[in-house]
Structure formats: structure tokens, C-alpha cells
């Protein structure tokens, strides 16, 4: 399913998600992303190799456009953080946003996959059946070391233009 051509657009992402006055205006300027549209929200690491590469994934395997993408650095990235009750300058983890919920790390990425094409929602399912105690720490592991291992980028994903109204603030 790979090989779809995409091309993607970026900006900066410099220092200003940990600066107090972007943590401020994230936390005062909040707008409401399920207002209009439902579906939900995956917050990744805009700069993080890896976490790209999982953005692609799920645009390939997402045929049905069910979810939609905010970097964790972005505006809406950070108010959408805040939202959940974490810090609008966290990007330790993946975050999907629901109406309703959210959810982080192993559990963000197995109901994430429970959504897309086959294989996917089954191996998911399956994966489910290990507790979040084990899956975690591996989660951890992983997370802990993508900067490492798959490198960084020196600016941020905001869209990709094949599938520019996925990506909040886009």
C-alpha cells in the first residue's frame, strides 16, 4: 500500500513550544477541533523522523479518512495537549484526541490501528490483550530513543498536500 507520492509541507518549529508565551496563548486562545468535525486527532512529533513515518502509515492505510493531524508543536498541537490535561510543550508522547478522550502512548497507537485497513484493527486487537503495564515500558523504550535512532528534522510537519484538510491549522 505504500508508494503513494505525497508532498509535504513544513515550517519551523523552533523553541516557542516550551517559551511561557506560546505555553500562555496555547492554554487562552483555545478552539474547539470536534465543533465541526468529529473525527479524531493524532498529535505526533512534527520534527521526529519516526513519528512522520507513522503519519504516512496511517494516510496510506486510512482510506476512509478517519482520522485527522496535528504536530505536538503546532498551535492546535498544543492547545489540543492542554485539552487533554497535560503541558502544551509535552512531546513525549503520541496523543489521539477524541471527542470525548484521549489517549496516550501503547494505547494511542493500537486504537489508532484498530481503525485502519486489514490487518491492522485485528493485530491490534490482539495486542490489546497485553496490559498496558508491559506495553508501556516498551512504548518508553522507543519513544525515549526515535531521535536516536531515525534522526530529526529541523522543521516541523504541518500538512502534506494531498491530504491538507486533515492537518489541523493547516
Same mark, same amino acid.
Not at 483555545?30 to 494516510?59: E, H, Q, S, W
Not at 498551535?75 to 496516550?104: F, K, M, T, W
Given at each position: 500500500?505504500? #508508494?503513494? +507520492?505525497?508532498?509535504? =509541507? $513544513? *515550517? ?11 505555553? !500562555?496563548? &496555547? ?57 487533554? #490535561?497535560? +503541558?502544551?510543550?509535552? =512531546? $513525549? *508522547? ?11 502512548? !501503547?494505547? &494511542? ?62
Amino acid at each position: 500500500m505504500q #508508494g503513494s +507520492r505525497r508532498s509535504k =509541507i $513544513s *515550517s519551523p518549529c523552533s523553541a516557542a513550544s516550551t517559551d511561557a508565551a506560546a505555553t !500562555s496563548s &496555547a492554554a487562552s486562545s483555545t478552539v474547539d477541533y470536534f465543533a465541526a468535525d468529529k473525527r479524531p486527532v493524532i498529535l505526533f512529533d512534527g520534527v521526529c523522523n519516526m513519528c512522520n513515518g507513522g503519519v504516512n502509515f496511517v494516510l496510506d492505510w486510512d482510506k476512509a479518512g478517519v482520522y485527522r493531524f496535528a504536530a505536538l508543536q503546532s498551535n492546535p498541537g498544543r492547545q489540543l495537549l492542554v485539552r487533554c #490535561g497535560r +503541558r502544551p510543550d509535552d =512531546i $513525549s *508522547s503520541i496523543v489521539l484526541v477524541e471527542a470525548h478522550g484521549c489517549y496516550i502512548k !501503547s494505547e &494511542a497507537v493500537l486504537r489508532i490501528a484498530t481503525k485502519l485497513g486489514m490487518p491492522w484493527p485485528l493485530l491490534a486487537g490482539l495486542a490489546l490483550l497485553t496490559p498496558r503495564f508491559v506495553r508501556d515500558p516498551v512504548y518508553d523504550q522507543v519513544a525515549g530513543n526515535r531521535y536516536l535512532v531515525f534522526g530529526k528534522r529541523n522543521s516541523c510537519r504541518v500538512t502534506d498536500d494531498g491530504f491538507r484538510e486533515r492537518f489541523l491549522g493547516a
